[in-house]
Structure formats: C-alpha cells, structure tokens
Nanobody, 118 residues
C-alpha cells in the first residue's frame, strides 16, 4: 500500500509562486511515474505534469509549460511542483498520483488547494 500526502497549497496573488510537495510512504518499490493533476470548481480533473521516477523525463500540459516545473527527490521519496507566474485560472485542488506502469495512476493523495487571486 502507498500513501501520498500533498502540502504547500495556499492563497497567492497572480504572478506569484508556490511549491507543492507530495510525500510518498509505504511500499514505493514499484513506482514507475508520478504526476500532478488538478480539479477546478465545476470542472473535471485534468493532467498537469508527469515525471518518470527513475529516468526523470518530464511531460507538461500546454497551459503550464514554461511556468511549472515537476521534480522528484528519490532519496526523500518526495514529488514537487514548482509553480511560477501563477494565474487565476490555475486555481484548483492539486492532486499527486503514483503509477506502477505507463498510463496508470494507481494511488492518489487527498489534494491541496491552490487559490490565485487577480
């Protein structure tokens, strides 16, 4: 079993920055990749960014490219999302997720709220 706990959300003005963290505990030996998703009020959950746990290759949703950076610290079993130049449309609950194989997201955190004021 794997547990994911997000932290680092909050209220920030447009143009500001936040760094989200996701601590992984439990048996993470099968970690293939991790990702961040977000869900805004009244909208479906959407993909934000993904990182391969061993090789470190990354992939971003178009609207966050150049503003967000996903990274991981394998020694600390922690995933990060550095968010710069935040916009009001980035307001959402952000979730980290862990997958044991390609295209799979097997475990999810509880989410952390990010609110960007204009």
């Amino acid at each position: 079993q794997v547990q994911l706990v997000e932290s680092g959300g909050g209220l920030v003005q447009a143009g500001g920055s936040l760094r989200l963290s996701c601590a992984v505990s439990g048996d993470s030996s099968l970690n293939f990749h991790m990702a961040w998703f977000r869900q805004a009020p009244g909208k479906e959950r959407e993909f934000v960014a993904r990182i391969a746990w061993r090789g470190g290759s990354t992939y971003y949703e178009d609207s966050v490219k150049g503003r967000f950076t996903i990274s991981r610290d394998n020694t600390k079993n922690t995933l990060y999302l550095q968010m710069n130049s935040l916009k009001p449309e980035d307001t959402a609950v952000y979730y980290c997720t862990y997958g044991t194989k390609s295209a799979a997201y097997d475990y999810w955190g509880q989410g952390t709220q990010v609110t960007v004021s204009s």
